[in-house]
């Protein structure tokens, strides 16, 4: 499973920014994808998740009402809109694909086996 993550920048606060994830190696429709974010300060936390179809979302209560998570099935990608970023924002952000298909979405990072990358979001000032 290879999972590439972009979108990643300098954003002054209140802009925004919008990360991709490109996935291959799995039947990609057929799994839940999550977002997290990672600091030295909270380590790495859950943000966001969507289910398999698209049709369910959820989200930490830090990112309510600002990030939006989507995914187009047939480009095998997931997406996370980021709106009226805060300093706090800032992070290492990574997409996830958890170990079994289908099913609850999940917002355990223990419960995802595949991780891309990282993408650096730094919200200025």
């Known amino acids: 499973v290879q999972l590439q993550a972009s979108g990643g920048g300098l954003v002054q606060a209140g802009g925004s920014l919008r990360l991709s994830c490109a996935a291959s190696g799995r039947t990609f429709s057929n799994y839940n994808m999550g977002w997290f974010r990672q600091t030295p300060e909270k380590g790495r936390e859950f943000v966001a998740a969507?289910?398999?179809?698209?049709?369910?979302?959820a989200y930490a209560d830090s990112v309510k009402g600002r990030f939006t998570i989507s995914r187009h099935n047939a480009k095998n990608t997931v997406y996370l809109q980021m709106n009226s970023l805060k300093l706090e924002d800032t992070a290492v952000y990574y997409c996830?694909?958890?170990?079994?298909?289908?099913?609850?979405?999940?917002?355990?990072?223990?419960?995802?086996?595949?991780w891309g990358q990282g993408t650096l979001v730094t919200v200025s000032s």
């Open positions: 969507i289910n398999w179809s698209g049709s369910d979302t």
């Open positions: 996830a694909l958890p170990r079994y298909m289908f099913g609850r979405i999940r917002t355990s990072r223990d419960e995802y086996a595949y």
